[in-house]
C-alpha cells in the first residue's frame, strides 16, 4: 500500500477485538514511524508508552473516556494504547517557541500521532 492509498483507507474505528493479538513487530514499525516523525530542531518532545497488560488498559481507557458525555468507552475493546507524553523541548526549539509565540512540542505530537494512525493503518491495525 502506497502513502496515498493509506491516508485513503485510514477510518477512526470505534469497534475492536479486544482477543486479537498485536504482534510485537507491529507495534516497533508504528514505534518507530512515530520515532522519525519531523519535529521542530529534530527536538523530539515526546515519550511513547505501550499500554497491553489488560488492567492497566482498563485505567487507560478509564482516565480517556467520559462518563457524562458517553465518548470514548470503545477504547476499553483496544487490545493495545500507545500513550504519546510531551515533553519539554530541547533549548533551540525552546528558544524558537517563546520568538515565535508557538508551543511547537503541541504540534510535533501531533504530527507523531499522525505517523501513529498512518502507520498502524499500513500495518492492518485500527
Keep these: 500500500m502506497d502513502i496515498y492509498e493509506i491516508i ?4 477512526s474505528d470505534r469497534q475492536y ?3 486479537r493479538p498485536v504482534e510485537p513487530e507491529k507495534i ?3 514505534l518507530e514511524a512515530a520515532r522519525i516523525a519531523p519535529s521542530a530542531c529534530n527536538a523530539q518532545p515526546w515519550h511513547f508508552i505501550v499500554v497491553d497488560e ?4 482498563n ?5 480517556v473516556a467520559s462518563r457524562i458525555l458517553g465518548m470514548n468507552h470503545f477504547t476499553k475493546q483496544a487490545p493495545v494504547h500507545i500513550l504519546v507524553v510531551e515533553e519539554r523541548p530541547n533549548f533551540t526549539s525552546g528558544i524558537g517557541g517563546l520568538i515565535k509565540d508557538k508551543q511547537f512540542p503541541l504540534l510535533d505530537i501531533g504530527i ?3 505517523h501513529i494512525t498512518l502507520a498502524a493503518t499500513a ?3 485500527g
Design 28 to 30: 516497533r514499525c508504528i
Design 17 to 19: 477485538d479486544p482477543e
Design 59 to 63: 485505567q487507560v481507557a478509564d482516565a
Design 54 to 57: 489488560p488492567e492497566l488498559r
Design 112 to 114: 507523531a500521532a499522525a
Design 8 to 11: 485513503n483507507h485510514r477510518q
Design 123 to 125: 500495518e492492518g491495525l
